[in-house]
């Protein structure tokens, strides 16, 4: 089993840490993890805005990337998810059928479903509160989305129960959409904003010190918040805490 691992272009350039602690994860779960070089975006931001012939060309080039590899791996449910859901479509009218996309995991579900480890090495020992994506939770099913009323399960939860020391919550409503949601965040810059506030809000309320997710995005928007309004809570990957200490 040969995973390639994907980090996507604004982890690389914002979070690179994530993705070195994306690799040092894998390869202590005993993984054969390999990083291919000249990397870059996926092509979700071009979409999301309209521009699909600059998407597809990105598209075609990821796909020959990663082509030799059995799991693609990366460290952003959204990233992912448009990499599955998407390329099929962008790629429609090549000679060969995408490769990527039947084969593309985020690295929580990767490491929860196919890998399933009973203990990671890691010790965390903080309150965190889970911070729920809304493409994680309702397109790539890391956790039971309330509005289905089926039995609860989290992935991540799951997950971070196995870190040694650390203190898990939710907040009040789990999966409500924390506001940034890409183009979004842009063209709504005031709605955004304030569920962004209401989401730490509801974080802070738990007494957690950090606010963990699998998506860099949703933490990126929040941390943004909590920076320029001083509030006492941090946000950290929960990669980063799956691999504290390796």
Do not use: W
């Not at 390999?34 to 699909?52: I, K, R, S, V």
């Not at 907040?171 to 304030?194: L, T």
Request: charged fraction near 25%; charge should be negative; include cysteine.
């Amino acid at each position: 089993m040969k995973v390639g691992l994907f980090i996507p272009c604004y982890i690389n350039a914002v979070y690179p840490e994530v993705g070195v602690a994306s690799y040092k994860l894998l390869k202590s779960l005993g993984v054969d993890v390999d990083y291919p070089l000249d990397q870059t975006c996926c092509g979700q931001p071009m979409a999301n805005a309209g521009f699909e012939n600059e998407s597809k060309e990105l598209a075609k080039r990821f796909d020959r990337l990663f082509e030799s590899y059995d799991y693609i791996v990366g460290p952003s449910a959204s990233c992912v998810v448009f990499v599955r859901d998407h390329y099929g479509n962008l790629l429609e009218g090549e000679k060969h059928r995408c490769a990527s996309e039947g084969k593309i995991y985020d690295i929580c579900e990767f490491i929860h479903d196919v890998v399933k480890p009973s203990s990671f090495q890691a010790s965390f020992p903080h309150k965190v509160s889970i911070q729920n994506s809304c493409h994680g939770v309702r397109l790539m099913k890391l956790s039971s989305p309330s509005e289905l009323n089926i039995p609860y399960y989290n992935k991540l939860r799951d997950l971070l129960s196995l870190v040694k020391d650390i203190e898990i919550v939710e907040p009040e409503r789990p999966d409500e959409c924390c506001g940034f949601g890409g183009m979004f965040a842009v063209e709504e810059h005031d709605v955004s904003g304030q569920m962004g506030r209401d989401k730490v809000k509801r974080h802070m309320a738990t007494g957690a010190e950090y606010i963990v997710g699998a998506d860099g995005s949703c933490l990126m928007h929040q941390n943004g918040i909590i920076s320029r309004e001083k509030l006492p809570i941090k946000t950290i990957h929960i990669v980063q805490v799956l691999a504290a200490g390796l």
